[in-house]
């Protein structure tokens, strides 16, 4: 694989040096540079030595040797892995994902609060909420 970033811009099809990291199918923390290949059909392809099921999220960071500053990770969902290959690579398709536009959030909350307000609150349903909260914190 090449990189073609010479006289190029970033959201023209062709391959572009980046570093991947996430949590790999071992549940460990891995970070791996390769080259994402984005295509005239807009799919991104990137080859790892780390082992990713399908769905999982991973974090891309575009490394520009030009540039001193350091780029933002942008986030990308695994959508298809193909079987690992002779040399121990992973072929894997990714999809951008994109943050929920604060107007949808808030959209959902009012409909929520609605439909809230007719619920009657009971301490077990209570002390489960802010358990699930404090994982997810």
């Not at 080859?47 to 999982?56: D, I, K, R, V």
């Not at 909350?109 to 002390?127: G, I, L, R």
Request: glycine share 6%; aromatic share 8%; proline share 4%.
């Amino acid at each position: 694989m090449n990189e073609k970033t010479n006289g190029n811009s970033y959201n023209a099809p062709c391959d572009y040096r980046v570093e991947i990291s996430g949590w790999g199918a071992d549940n460990n923390f891995f970070v791996e540079r390769t080259d994402l290949q984005w295509t005239a059909a807009g799919e991104k392809d990137v080859q790892l030595h780390h082992s990713l099921p399908e769905g999982s999220m991973v974090f891309v960071r575009l490394l520009a040797p030009a540039s001193s500053m350091g780029s933002v990770p942008m986030t990308y969902r695994v959508r298809r892995v193909l079987p690992m290959d002779s040399v121990g690579c992973f072929q894997m398709s990714l999809v951008q994902m994109h943050p929920r536009s604060r107007e949808s959030f808030t959209e959902r909350s009012a409909s929520n609060d609605a439909e809230d307000s007719q619920k009657v609150c009971d301490a077990t349903n209570s002390e489960a909420d802010l358990q699930l909260e404090e994982i997810l914190q």
